[in-house]
Protein backbone atom coordinates (compact mmCIF):
# COMPACT_ATOMS: atom_id res chain seq x y z
CA UNK A 1 0.00 0.00 0.00
CA UNK A 2 0.99 3.26 -0.59
CA UNK A 3 1.84 5.84 2.17
CA UNK A 4 -0.02 8.84 0.24
CA UNK A 5 -2.93 7.65 -2.20
CA UNK A 6 -4.71 9.86 -4.24
CA UNK A 7 -7.54 9.06 -6.97
CA UNK A 8 -5.73 9.35 -10.38
CA UNK A 9 -8.63 10.58 -11.82
CA UNK A 10 -8.96 12.52 -14.35
CA UNK A 11 -12.07 14.95 -12.95
CA UNK A 12 -13.55 16.79 -16.30
CA UNK A 13 -15.72 19.58 -14.91
CA UNK A 14 -16.76 22.74 -16.53
CA UNK A 15 -15.76 26.08 -15.78
CA UNK A 16 -17.59 27.44 -12.56
CA UNK A 17 -18.41 23.74 -11.26
CA UNK A 18 -16.92 23.04 -7.77
CA UNK A 19 -14.67 20.08 -7.53
CA UNK A 20 -13.25 18.32 -4.53
CA UNK A 21 -10.26 15.94 -4.32
CA UNK A 22 -9.59 13.53 -1.45
CA UNK A 23 -5.90 11.88 -0.07
CA UNK A 24 -5.66 9.58 2.33
CA UNK A 25 -2.20 8.67 3.99
CA UNK A 26 -1.26 5.46 6.16
CA UNK A 27 1.00 6.84 8.41
CA UNK A 28 -0.94 8.19 11.77
CA UNK A 29 2.41 9.71 12.74
CA UNK A 30 2.66 12.17 9.97
CA UNK A 31 2.63 15.74 10.86
CA UNK A 32 1.99 18.32 8.36
CA UNK A 33 -0.02 18.47 5.01
CA UNK A 34 0.33 20.30 1.72
CA UNK A 35 -1.21 20.68 -1.83
CA UNK A 36 0.87 20.88 -4.51
CA UNK A 37 0.13 21.75 -8.47
CA UNK A 38 1.94 20.70 -10.87
CA UNK A 39 1.38 21.81 -14.40
CA UNK A 40 2.41 19.76 -17.60
CA UNK A 41 6.13 19.03 -17.65
CA UNK A 42 6.57 21.55 -14.70
CA UNK A 43 8.13 21.31 -11.32
CA UNK A 44 5.32 21.32 -8.69
CA UNK A 45 4.51 24.50 -6.72
CA UNK A 46 3.11 24.25 -3.54
CA UNK A 47 -0.58 25.40 -3.43
CA UNK A 48 -1.01 25.45 -0.06
CA UNK A 49 -0.72 24.37 3.75
CA UNK A 50 -3.41 22.31 5.34
CA UNK A 51 -4.06 22.77 8.76
CA UNK A 52 -6.54 20.69 11.42
CA UNK A 53 -9.12 23.57 11.78
CA UNK A 54 -8.88 23.90 8.05
CA UNK A 55 -8.15 26.57 5.72
CA UNK A 56 -9.09 28.71 2.97
CA UNK A 57 -7.33 30.60 0.37
CA UNK A 58 -9.63 32.19 -2.09
CA UNK A 59 -11.56 29.36 -3.81
CA UNK A 60 -9.77 26.65 -2.63
CA UNK A 61 -10.31 25.37 1.08
CA UNK A 62 -8.26 22.64 2.40
CA UNK A 63 -9.38 20.14 5.33
CA UNK A 64 -7.94 17.54 7.18
CA UNK A 65 -9.00 14.85 9.07
CA UNK A 66 -6.77 13.05 11.29
CA UNK A 67 -8.97 10.75 12.89
CA UNK A 68 -9.80 9.48 9.60
CA UNK A 69 -6.23 9.87 7.91
CA UNK A 70 -7.47 12.16 4.88
CA UNK A 71 -7.04 15.60 3.75
CA UNK A 72 -9.06 17.21 0.78
CA UNK A 73 -9.28 20.27 -1.48
CA UNK A 74 -11.84 21.87 -2.39
CA UNK A 75 -11.93 24.14 -5.74
CA UNK A 76 -15.23 26.63 -6.06
CA UNK A 77 -15.83 28.30 -9.31
CA UNK A 78 -13.09 26.53 -11.11
CA UNK A 79 -10.97 28.29 -14.14
CA UNK A 80 -9.93 27.22 -16.74
CA UNK A 81 -6.15 27.71 -15.30
CA UNK A 82 -6.99 25.42 -12.55
CA UNK A 83 -6.51 22.60 -15.20
CA UNK A 84 -3.17 21.12 -13.41
CA UNK A 85 -2.01 18.00 -11.59
CA UNK A 86 -2.59 18.41 -8.01
CA UNK A 87 -0.84 16.16 -5.62
CA UNK A 88 -1.24 15.59 -1.89
CA UNK A 89 2.05 15.66 0.05
CA UNK A 90 2.80 14.68 3.88
CA UNK A 91 5.16 15.57 6.09
CA UNK A 92 5.89 12.34 8.16
CA UNK A 93 8.04 14.27 10.76
CA UNK A 94 8.43 17.62 12.74
CA UNK A 95 11.86 17.88 11.00
CA UNK A 96 10.55 18.18 7.77
CA UNK A 97 13.05 16.25 6.34
CA UNK A 98 11.57 15.17 3.62
CA UNK A 99 8.19 14.88 2.28
CA UNK A 100 5.44 12.38 0.60
CA UNK A 101 3.75 12.94 -2.54
CA UNK A 102 0.64 11.16 -3.96
CA UNK A 103 0.77 10.19 -7.34
CA UNK A 104 -1.67 12.87 -8.30
CA UNK A 105 -5.22 14.05 -9.27
CA UNK A 106 -5.29 15.31 -12.67
CA UNK A 107 -8.23 18.10 -12.99
CA UNK A 108 -9.10 19.65 -16.53
CA UNK A 109 -11.37 22.16 -16.90
CA UNK A 110 -13.24 22.82 -19.79
CA UNK A 111 -15.19 25.43 -21.38
CA UNK B 1 18.88 34.23 -6.86
CA UNK B 2 15.48 33.72 -8.02
CA UNK B 3 15.48 30.10 -7.33
CA UNK B 4 16.82 26.70 -7.61
CA UNK B 5 18.59 26.26 -10.48
CA UNK B 6 19.13 22.55 -12.21
CA UNK B 7 21.13 21.78 -15.30
CA UNK B 8 20.69 20.33 -17.99
CA UNK B 9 17.31 20.83 -18.62
CA UNK B 10 17.18 17.76 -20.80
CA UNK B 11 19.95 14.68 -21.26
CA UNK B 12 19.72 12.47 -23.64
CA UNK B 13 22.07 9.35 -23.31
CA UNK B 14 22.88 5.49 -24.53
CA UNK B 15 22.43 2.78 -22.33
CA UNK B 16 25.27 1.95 -20.26
CA UNK B 17 26.54 5.77 -20.26
CA UNK B 18 27.57 7.94 -16.99
CA UNK B 19 25.50 11.02 -16.63
CA UNK B 20 25.69 13.77 -14.26
CA UNK B 21 22.93 16.10 -13.12
CA UNK B 22 23.86 19.14 -11.16
CA UNK B 23 21.31 21.29 -8.83
CA UNK B 24 22.23 24.79 -7.48
CA UNK B 25 19.63 25.42 -4.48
CA UNK B 26 18.56 29.12 -3.19
CA UNK B 27 21.17 29.70 -1.46
CA UNK B 28 19.51 30.08 1.94
CA UNK B 29 18.48 26.63 2.15
CA UNK B 30 20.47 24.53 4.21
CA UNK B 31 18.61 21.05 2.51
CA UNK B 32 18.73 19.67 -0.48
CA UNK B 33 16.70 17.14 -1.87
CA UNK B 34 16.18 14.95 -4.66
CA UNK B 35 13.34 12.88 -6.20
CA UNK B 36 12.69 11.43 -9.07
CA UNK B 37 8.87 11.48 -11.29
CA UNK B 38 8.28 9.14 -13.68
CA UNK B 39 5.09 10.01 -16.18
CA UNK B 40 1.54 9.63 -14.49
CA UNK B 41 3.13 9.18 -11.07
CA UNK B 42 4.36 11.91 -8.08
CA UNK B 43 7.63 12.50 -7.32
CA UNK B 44 9.45 9.77 -5.12
CA UNK B 45 12.36 10.56 -2.84
CA UNK B 46 15.80 9.71 -3.33
CA UNK B 47 18.08 11.39 -0.93
CA UNK B 48 18.24 14.38 0.79
CA UNK B 49 21.19 16.47 2.38
CA UNK B 50 21.85 19.03 5.56
CA UNK B 51 24.56 21.40 4.29
CA UNK B 52 27.36 19.02 3.56
CA UNK B 53 25.90 15.74 5.31
CA UNK B 54 23.72 13.42 3.13
CA UNK B 55 21.30 12.13 6.03
CA UNK B 56 18.76 9.70 4.36
CA UNK B 57 18.60 7.71 1.14
CA UNK B 58 16.09 5.92 -0.22
CA UNK B 59 16.08 2.00 -0.93
CA UNK B 60 15.34 3.46 -4.49
CA UNK B 61 18.29 4.75 -4.93
CA UNK B 62 20.67 2.00 -6.22
CA UNK B 63 24.47 1.33 -5.87
CA UNK B 64 24.56 3.07 -9.47
CA UNK B 65 23.32 6.48 -8.32
CA UNK B 66 25.23 8.94 -6.33
CA UNK B 67 25.12 12.06 -5.23
CA UNK B 68 27.11 14.54 -3.52
CA UNK B 69 26.66 17.83 -2.14
CA UNK B 70 30.71 18.61 -0.73
CA UNK B 71 30.47 22.45 -0.05
CA UNK B 72 27.11 22.23 1.05
CA UNK B 73 25.91 24.40 -1.75
CA UNK B 74 25.46 22.76 -5.10
CA UNK B 75 24.34 18.95 -5.34
CA UNK B 76 25.25 16.87 -8.08
CA UNK B 77 23.92 13.23 -8.87
CA UNK B 78 25.48 10.87 -10.94
CA UNK B 79 24.11 8.03 -12.57
CA UNK B 80 26.60 5.12 -13.63
CA UNK B 81 26.19 2.52 -17.09
CA UNK B 82 22.22 3.90 -17.37
CA UNK B 83 19.21 2.08 -17.93
CA UNK B 84 16.20 2.46 -19.49
CA UNK B 85 14.36 1.70 -16.71
CA UNK B 86 16.47 5.09 -15.51
CA UNK B 87 14.47 7.82 -17.20
CA UNK B 88 12.84 10.00 -15.79
CA UNK B 89 12.13 13.86 -14.61
CA UNK B 90 14.80 14.31 -11.57
CA UNK B 91 13.70 16.77 -9.41
CA UNK B 92 15.60 18.75 -6.97
CA UNK B 93 13.97 20.71 -3.98
CA UNK B 94 15.55 22.94 -1.50
CA UNK B 95 14.41 24.36 2.19
CA UNK B 96 15.53 25.59 5.19
CA UNK B 97 15.14 24.67 8.41
CA UNK B 98 15.05 28.38 9.58
CA UNK B 99 11.87 30.73 8.57
CA UNK B 100 8.93 29.60 7.03
CA UNK B 101 8.40 25.85 6.00
CA UNK B 102 8.35 25.15 2.52
CA UNK B 103 10.33 23.70 -0.17
CA UNK B 104 11.31 25.07 -3.86
CA UNK B 105 11.45 22.78 -6.72
CA UNK B 106 13.92 23.10 -9.97
CA UNK B 107 12.71 22.89 -12.97
CA UNK B 108 14.04 19.72 -13.04
CA UNK B 109 16.15 17.27 -15.79
CA UNK B 110 14.44 15.33 -17.90
CA UNK B 111 16.80 11.83 -18.95
CA UNK B 112 16.11 9.59 -21.61
CA UNK B 113 18.19 6.60 -21.89
CA UNK B 114 18.07 4.94 -25.44
Known amino acids: RKEVEQDPGPFNVPEGATVAFNCTYS??????FFWYRQDCRKEPKLLMSVYSSGNEDGRFTAQLNRASQYISLLIRDSKLSDSATYLCVVNRDSSASKIIFGSGTRLSIRP | DTGVSQNPRHKITKRGQNVTFRCDPISEHNRLYWYRQTLGQGPEFLTYFQNEAQLEKSRLLSDRFSAERPKGSFSTLEIQRTEQGDSAMYLC????????????FGSGTRLTVV
Open chain 2, 93 to 104: ASSSDRGPWGYT
Open chain 1, 27 to 32: NSASQS
